[in-house]
């Protein structure tokens, strides 16, 4: 009975991606049907320019945000684990209600924002959007590692004369590493999949791929986009992988 | 307090500015515009007016409210239903199967919800996975018109939400401590009291802390009844939507995102509360 039931709700979770895969290697035009193995979608992708440009400013938007989340991210992790500062319970609630807060409004404030200090919407505003909501999720998975970390051995670095700056560069960050690469493979994602914020604070013409996908989807199910789909679950999957195996090792 | 080097002043000062600028302050500016009037050439005029929240009070507009929050606690209680007694199951395998058997139910979880939105239309529509099956077993006659129906949002939302419901009942039932339950079998519980008296009231910050990550998203979420449901129902998140990049009344479109917002703050205090509860019982 237990059996059952896990395999049921697995089944459940696992059976539209199933075939989505499948079908994105299926020759017929028409979903329904096998008509034999093909990687046509895959080419018809490779001749779609706005697509790969698309694909494109995906990956360079979710590259640089997810590089300055994790920076922003692990400082802020490490000041809230180490230092007492003004405002300090502020900044931890602040952190805790961004990951909660409704997407559509993050979004809608943040292009009241650019608007309002007149930043064109492109590249530079998906990139700080991205880190905004990003940044969040890397404090929380650094903040996890840090809380297991012995805070004597600081202490001893201390007492042994090194600078704060020291002590975080040869003590702190080799011990704190596998999170802060978790931290930054969960901002990859995030941000590569991001619809919603990216929706509202992206320009006419900087188009990304989950926002191209939306658009392809509205107009009509094409075969190709069961590829390009299928291409961006197993880039998740590759990046939840390794994020686990980091955050489960030496624990 | 004491000192702080000048590395953890230029880091704790870099962090708290981005927040403020890009996370505090768009939100007061949300706050702030909705009180403001709605201008027909610019997208509002600095006049203080209420107006936007009265007009919010229109049935018109109740409706879309009311609509969206029965969509979202409907959603709600559909995933905890089916969440509960998988993330009992899991929590309670023989720990070498755990990491794998947790790793599939994270994979969706981080898998973007408008890919996994999007591989449903192959099971659900006419010619579809599901009405294949159907017909084959002779349930049916004839295709179901599932695709573009309030059935599949359902399924939409309730297939795309199901791990943030898994995840946080997992983390809080496999805190329970299951000598209490050897102990009530003991003294002659049944089955059903134990469940009631001792599994449910133990896991409720999960069954709190995971309705919460289901009902906020569901509420706000656009794409998934416009995909699915053929947007012919106007919910919360594409009615925001529309004031800000088809009406261009932003004190309206504002005001409708404070009330989500006033929503968010509702929950997570429920959410703060039954963790701090939860935190001084591991305490005692």
Not at chain 1, 84 to 105: A, C, H, Q, R
Not at chain 1, 173 to 200: E, K, M, Q, R, W
Not at chain 2, 148 to 162: C, D, K, P, R, S
Request: aromatic share 14%; charged share 15%.
């Amino acid at each position: 009975m237990r059996k059952f039931y896990a395999s049921f709700i697995y089944t459940l979770l696992y059976l539209p991606i199933a075939v989505l895969i499948v079908y994105s290697f299926n020759a017929s035009k028409y979903t329904i049907g096998w008509k034999g193995f093909s990687f046509m979608w895959y080419e018809k992708l490779l001749e779609h320019g706005s697509l790969l440009d698309a694909a494109w400013h995906s990956v360079s938007v979710a590259f640089s945000s997810a590089v300055l989340a994790t920076t922003l991210g692990t400082l802020g992790a490490l000041a809230l684990f180490r230092y007492d500062f003004f405002g300090k319970k502020i900044f931890n609630t602040l952190v805790y209600v961004l990951i909660m807060s409704p997407e559509i409004v993050m979004g809608i404030s943040l292009l009241m924002l650019f608007v309002f200090i007149s930043l064109p919407l492109g590249f530079t505003t998906l990139l700080i959007a991205h880190i905004t909501f990003c940044m969040p999720f890397v404090i929380v998975t650094v903040l996890a590692r840090l809380n297991g970390f012995d805070k004597n051995i600081i202490e001893a670095a201390k007492d042994l004369g090194a600078s704060e700056f020291k002590t975080f560069v040869n003590i702190i960050l080799p011990n704190i590493i596998p999170a802060i690469v978790a931290g930054f493979l969960l901002s990859l994602t995030l941000s590569f999949d991001d619809v919603i914020i990216s929706f509202f604070v992206t320009g006419p013409d900087y188009e990304i791929l989950p926002l191209k996908i939306y658009s392809m989807v509205k107009l009509g199910v094409k075969p190709e986009i069961n590829a390009l789909c299928t291409i961006m679950f197993v880039f998740t999957l590759v990046m939840v992988l390794f994020s686990q195996f980091l955050i489960k090792e030496k624990k | 307090m004491n000192r702080l080097s000048l590395f953890a002043k230029l880091s704790i000062s870099l962090v708290v500015f981005w927040l403020i600028l890009f996370a505090l302050f768009p939100n007061l500016l949300v706050i702030g515009i909705s009180f403001l009037t709605k201008s027909e050439s610019d997208f509002f005029t600095f006049a203080f007016s209420t107006e936007s929240y009265t007009k919010l009070l229109n049935p018109v507009y109740l409706s879309v409210f009311l609509d969206s929050l029965y969509l979202a606690f409907i959603t709600t209680v559909m995933t905890l239903i089916l969440a509960y007694p998988f993330a009992y199951i899991i929590a309670t395998v023989p720990k070498k199967y755990k990491f794998l058997l947790l790793l599939l139910v994270i994979i969706p979880f981080w898998t973007s919800s408008l890919v996994r939105t999007y591989a449903l239309i192959a099971i659900l529509k006419t010619k579809g996975l599901l009405n294949a099956f159907l017909l084959s077993l002779g349930l049916i006659n004839e295709p179901l018109q599932i695709m573009y129906t309030e059935v599949a949002v359902f399924i939409g939302m309730v297939y795309t939400l199901l791990p943030f419901m898994i995840l946080p009942l997992y983390v809080s039932i496999e805190k329970i401590d299951f000598k209490l339950v050897e102990a009530a079998k003991d003294l002659g519980a049944s089955k059903l009291n134990i469940f009631k008296t001792i599994i449910i009231p133990l896991s409720l910050p999960g069954i709190i802390a995971g309705s919460t990550l289901v009902f906020l998203p569901a509420l706000g979420m656009f794409f998934i009844p416009d995909i699915l449901g053929g947007a012919k129902e106007l919910i919360v998140g594409s009615f925001i939507r529309n004031q800000f990049l088809l009406f261009r009344d932003w004190p309206f479109g504002s005001a409708a995102s404070v009330i989500l917002l006033i929503i968010m703050f509702i929950m997570l205090a429920f959410l703060a509360k039954s963790q701090k509860i939860e935190s001084s019982r591991d305490k005692a």
